[in-house]
């Protein structure tokens, strides 16, 4: 964990990277930024005297990296480490932050980068907020891929080893698919030169997947998760 000074350290760049794109005279300048292990977003907004006519500009280059090392480097195995900030600097070089720990920072965030962040930035039960509890009870906790062995797969020779074995499939696109049995519901992405796989499943029920994945004439894989996006156990053949 980062002492108080590292941090400050990092604060600093932060406010040396945003005067490089700073108007020659500015009176305040606004960060607002979100982190999380997957993906990350910025807005920063410069006022030149009329709080009123915020402008938009462009991030500098770089910031990403050192916000990145600030979020890890405030993580605390109890409290997590924060979702976003708020990072003012005025024209004079003084600057303040406010972190946010608890709220969910965006809607348009996918849930899956939630449980993706969890499972790399823990929290104790106490501190995980009632939203991100809720969600996990419904997020994906299978992800998987068909690899390209001995050859690249197919992705609607995938979705028929599924159908033979009594789930229901659904093209959404040209290559993309929705798998759904009485205990599982997954989605396929066709990423050449593999077929990636996601969705929640009963996890009582894993063997009867490992059993429909056995059965393509590709190697395939997969992990499962809990409810928290820890790790339970990775399915790789032999």
Known sequence: MLSPTEQNDLLAEIARLLTTVMPPSFELAELNGFVLAGTSGYQLLVDKGDPEKMRRMQVPYGLDQVMRELRRGMYDPERGSWYSLIFELSGDGKYSVRYNYDRRPSKSILDDEFS????????????VPEWLKELMSKASNVFGLVLDTPEVPNPHRVAEAF??????TEMNADTEYALTTDWARL?????????????RAELSRIAELRAVLAALPWRAEFETYDDRGLLIEEFKPA
């Open 163 to 168: 159908r033979d074995a009594g789930w229901t």
């Open 116 to 127: 993706r962040d969890l499972s790399g930035f823990p929290r104790a039960e106490e501190h």
């Open 187 to 199: 989605s396929t992405k066709n990423t050449h030169p593999f077929v990636r796989f996601a969705g």
